[in-house]
């Protein structure tokens, strides 16, 4: 059983601060596996464990991602795949989800793993857009996975606003991992040592960006408030104020 993960390389969502002057979000210069990809390393991890097979880690971006899937490797997946892209926020999901496919694809998985959504832009769309071009079924909201290996199905749980859902669906699917999922391990020292011969192959892309699709730089809005204050007067008087201006507004 061959498990593809595909994981994103983001900003640290702990060390982002906020520029008072302009509103503007500066992040953090310090790069991290987006958090809910973690658990999807750790989902595969556990499969590949319970059955034989391997691991696949797949990232896109630029040579900085490659410290993602070698942290990957360090966690025990088997070998990297790194899609050489200099900005990978400056295409559109829909681009982005097409050279994933177009990479994962010849692998012939039984599983793909990926993040409920990414922690920077947290658009939540490329995993299921690389479901459709690749014709799986798509699970979101995954806490719990199952393979029964003799009808070739998947078991998996959901977490739904007003409770769990149990769904049964063939392999080979795509599941989006939530945090339900088992706490990802951190990387031993073995393993890191073992991550430095695990092959990572690099492949340069070309994406054409369509521009069906844009995405304004994030900020804080600015605060403002408003509201009228009562203020040097007994307490009867402004009691009386406060109710007739509930009344002016029809509130009572």
């Known amino acids: 059983m061959t498990i593809a993960v595909l994981i994103k390389q983001v900003p640290d969502m702990n060390a982002i601060r906020i520029d008072r ?3 503007r979000i500066v992040p ?3 790069l991290v596996i987006s958090s809910y990809d973690q658990y999807a390393i750790e989902a595969a991890l556990r499969l590949r464990d319970s059955l034989p097979g391997e691991v696949v880690v797949v990232s896109a971006g630029p040579a900085s991602a490659r410290d993602a899937i070698s ?3 360090a966690m025990g997946a088997d070998r990297g795949i790194h899609l050489e892209l200099a900005d990978v926020n400056a295409l559109d999901t829909l681009d982005v989800a097409r050279v994933i496919a177009d990479a994962v694809r010849p692998l ?6 990926a993040g409920q959504t990414a922690d920077d832009l947290e658009a939540g769309q490329v995993g299921a857009q690389v ?3 690749l014709d799986m079924p798509l699970i979101s909201n995954v806490v719990e996975i199952e393979v029964q290996t003799q009808s070739q199905t998947l078991l998996v749980r959901r977490d739904m606003e007003d409770g769990y859902q149990t769904v049964r669906c063939p392999l080979p699917a795509l599941l989006l991992s939530s945090t339900g ?3 990802p391990r951190l990387p031993s020292l073995k393993g890191i040592m073992a991550a430095k011969k695990k092959p ?4 340069p892309v070309a994406a054409d960006n369509g521009n069906r699709l844009a995405w304004d730089e994030p900020y804080v809005p600015a605060k403002s408030t408003a509201g009228t204050l009562v203020q040097d007067l007994a307490p009867a008087a402004a009691a009386s104020q406060l109710v007739a201006w509930l009344q002016e507004r029809k509130l009572i």
């Open 21 to 23: 002057a302009t509103g």
């Open 28 to 30: 953090s210069p310090q």
């Open 71 to 73: 942290r990957a490797l």
């Open 108 to 113: 012939e998985t039984s599983v793909i793993l």
């Open 131 to 133: 479901a459709e071009l």
């Open 181 to 183: 999922l088992d706490e």
């Open 200 to 203: 990572i192959d690099a492949v």
